[in-house]
């Protein structure tokens, strides 16, 4: 199967093609075991795609949250979040003994945006209790890498709302963005006849920013999504 692109398909994803991409991109996905599967709604003609991690994390990494930074004081103090919920003060020059690990069960959905004509990364996580984390722990919890630029902008990246296939409260990235930094990928791919799947090359992006990760095989394997224009 092949997927003709247009030009301005890089700024709004039909919503037609970005299932052709998410069948391709589950396809490698059950070759390589990898977990993502494709679920429909009941009663509904949409889908969306989904994947369960269970991952392992040190308790500060999830509690611990600097909101303040003072360029005139040389302490630097950060405020942290006990597990209690009680808020302390602490150095960061001071660490003392092993972290506590916890296990946290994620579950990512892909959805399509109807509105932003672009996919949109939902998730949730909990612990094993099922007691779910909580905004500032999912904040936590995002890679230093790209913590102190998205809070920043916290509230127009990471936020929680009602998942809108299923209307129950998920995190999400907010798709803001997406057709901008995706319209800079897809005219070079065309240009140089690059085999291109949206949704590899999107989630490849974004996903590391909330702890999810893509085998790098998927880079290599989509030969059938071609970006040519038909003749």
Not at 7 to 18: P, Q, R, S, W
Not at 31 to 46: L, R, Y
Not at 153 to 179: K, N, S, Y
């Amino acid at each position: 199967m092949s997927f003709k692109i247009k030009e301005d398909e890089a700024f709004c994803l039909g919503e037609e093609l970005f299932q052709n991409y998410c069948y391709e991109f589950i396809k490698h996905s059950e070759k390589i075991g990898d977990g993502w599967e494709w679920k429909t709604v009941k009663g509904c003609d949409e889908g969306y795609m989904s994947k369960t991690v269970m991952t392992t994390k040190p308790i500060n990494s999830l509690c611990i949250i600097k909101t303040c930074s003072d360029g005139d004081n040389q302490n630097d103090d950060t405020l942290y979040k006990n597990e209690d919920g009680f808020e302390d003060l602490q150095d960061d020059c001071q660490a003392t003994g092993l972290p506590r690990l916890e296990t946290v069960r994620y579950e990512y959905h892909v959805v399509y945006s109807s509105s932003y004509q672009v996919p949109v990364l939902y998730f949730r996580a909990c612990y094993t209790d099922g007691k779910p984390l909580t905004l500032e722990e999912i904040w936590g919890s995002v890679n230093e890498c790209y913590r102190d630029h998205l809070l920043q902008e916290a509230w127009e990246t990471i936020t929680q709302q009602e998942h809108p296939l299923l209307g129950q409260p998920f995190f999400v990235l907010h798709p803001c963005r997406t057709a901008k930094f995706m319209s800079a990928i897809f005219p070079k791919a065309q240009q140089s006849k690059c085999p291109v799947n949206y949704i590899t090359t999107w989630l490849s992006m974004v996903g590391p920013v909330v702890g999810l990760n893509l085998h790098l095989s998927y880079a290599s394997s989509i030969p059938q999504c071609s970006t040519e224009e038909p003749d």
